[in-house]
């Protein structure tokens, strides 16, 4: 059987009107091309739909059945053409997004809500999570983004790496905070408020102090930046943090602000990498979704240098 979108139309409209020739005129065909798609169903179906009775179709027990199937049919398919219209517009759809506690807390919510401010029909699933298990999702499909530490080259894993330059932490009226670059040498012997032991930021923190032969002094141990800039704002210590939770504490407090930033020297970088399935076409949504993500990170990278 091999029923057709403009038979099953041509049959609703006779069937709604009771005349092939006002079925014709609301679908803008001829007669004789309703008449023939109609008879072309019942050939299909191997029954008989109408009665031709003075120029009128009287529908048969077995049409007034059809008509509910069709009536089904066709409200799904128009429901099915709209609903991926709107996915194709950006206006429906999911996203899954894996992301690293430095920007799910601030920076990543922040951008949800700038790109789906127009979208109501969009769902999101936004998940912290440590880099590793973000590259297993990511690898797995079970996740169309990730964001996190850059991962090693893998066959499943496609990446846009980023490179962030960590900024100084500093309780707002601080002397520090007239400097236009802080410098280890000028935090040696301060309190300082960092990640845990063997963590890759405070391994290279470490080095930058050792490099100017400065002394760092690790008074709160963390498992992220956002509690460190906490304490920061109660004048307790400083902190070399990555810029993205920088970022999303500036964008999230007006000013004047009880904390302020700048560079911080040796560098420190955190490198960071967009991550998604190498092995599965990405929607036109996460495409759309992660070139504003791209944008952002670049923008944060620029902010406080």
Known sequence: MNLSFRQLQAFREVMRTGSVSDAARILGRTQPAVSALIANLETELGINLFRRQRGKMAPTPEAQYFLGET??????????????REIGALAKGRLNIACMPAAAS??????????LQDKPEVRASLMMRASPVIEEWVASQQYDIGLGETPRPSAAIETVDFQMECVCAIPAGDPLAELEAVE???????????LQEGHPNLIATLRAFEAQKARFEH???LRTFHPALTLV?????????DPITAAGYVNMRPEPRPVVFRPFRPGVALEVSIMQPAHRPTSALADEFVK???SALNSVNDRFW
């Open 219 to 221: 008074r709160f141990e």
């Open 106 to 115: 601030l920076l990543m919510p922040q951008l949800l809500g700038e790109f």
């Open 292 to 294: 504003l993500l791209r």
């Open 184 to 194: 280890a040498r000028h935090l040696s012997g301060k309190p300082m408020a960092a």
């Open 71 to 84: 009536e089904a049919i066709l409200d799904r398919l128009a429901l099915s053409t709209r609903t991926m």
């Open 233 to 241: 704002e109660k004048g307790l210590c400083y902190c070399v943090c």
